[in-house]
Nanobody, 118 residues
């Protein structure tokens, strides 16, 4: 089993920056992908970014050039650096992980709120 705990959310003005952290514990050596998703009020949860065990990164088009996903293997932590934030980035951000290349993400954190004021 893997446990994920997010932190770093908060209130920021348009154009500002935030860095989210996702601390993993448990069988972290089994993880294949770690990712960030978000869910805005009244909308479906959507993919934001992922990082593979190899270090390969993937981003949603809406955040490319603004968000950076990274990790610190010594601390079993994945980060999401968010820059040039917009009001439409307001959402609950979730960290997720899975131990396979395909299939659904089966480990989820509790979420952290990000609010961007205009």
């Amino acid at each position: 089993q893997v446990q994920l705990v997010e932190s770093g959310g908060g209130l920021v003005q348009t154009g500002g920056s935030l860095r989210l952290s996702c601390a993993a514990s448990g069988r972290t050596s089994s993880l294949y992908f770690t990712a960030w998703f978000r869910q805005a009020p009244g909308k479906e949860r959507e993919f934001v970014a992922s990082i593979k065990w190899t270090g390969a990164r993937s981003y949603a088009e809406s955040v490319k050039g603004r968000f950076i996903i990274s990790r610190d293997n010594t601390k079993n932590t994945v980060f999401l650096e968010m820059n040039s934030l917009k009001p439409e980035d307001t959402a609950v951000f979730y960290c997720a992980a899975k131990g396979t290349a395909t299939g659904p993400y089966n480990y989820w954190g509790q979420g952290t709120q990000v609010t961007v004021s205009s």
